[in-house]
């Protein structure tokens, strides 16, 4: 289980890393500049909720070992009638919504490859995507505010 776990974390690393290149417009000199205060809340709360989550991963596929699966995962989510609302909403938020609300407005907002976020939260997890996805929406409604600026100024 030890290697799917490196897979898994590799996979995720890199859809980060397509995320960011992608948008490393966003990031270039002559970008919006500094980090926001609000930019800074969502990069902190990803990264917490990324550090934890992986803690009970970690600690759920030692536990299982070769049980360890998706599968297994999933149907241990649904252990009780409490579990099963917060399984069944994680679930429809994490395939259905994440995936139609990053793309779609992604696409809005001018984010290249805004699928990526739904991809990354497979691998990372769904809380962690959200907020770089907000992150980086963040930044680039900054971009384009700067943007419209710079072309009614010229």
């Known amino acids: 289980m030890t290697s799917s776990l490196f897979l898994y974390g590799i996979l995720g690393i890199v859809s980060t890393i397509v995320a960011f290149g992608a948008n490393r417009r966003l990031f270039a000199g002559d970008g919006v500049g500094r980090v926001a205060p609000l930019e800074w809340l969502y990069y902190v709360v990803g990264i917490s909720s990324l550090v934890l989550g992986w803690y009970f991963n970690v600690r759920y596929t030692h536990l299982y070992g070769h ?10 989510l649904f252990t009780n009638w409490a579990s099963d609302s917060a399984a069944q909403d994680y679930i429809i938020v994490n ?4 995936p139609l609300w990053t793309i779609v407005e992604g696409r809005r907002r001018g984010l290249r490859v805004a699928w990526i976020f739904f991809v990354m939260s497979l691998f990372t997890s769904l809380a962690f995507s959200m907020a770089m996805y907000l992150a980086l929406s963040e930044r680039q409604y900054r971009y384009n505010r700067a943007e419209s600026t710079a072309s009614r100024t010229s």
């Not at 049980?67 to 995962?73: D, E, G, K, L, Q």
């Not at 395939?95 to 994440?98: G, K, P």
Request: proline share 0%.
């Open 95 to 98: 395939l259905v919504l994440l």
């Open 67 to 76: 049980r360890a699966t998706y599968v297994n995962y999933v149907k241990m």
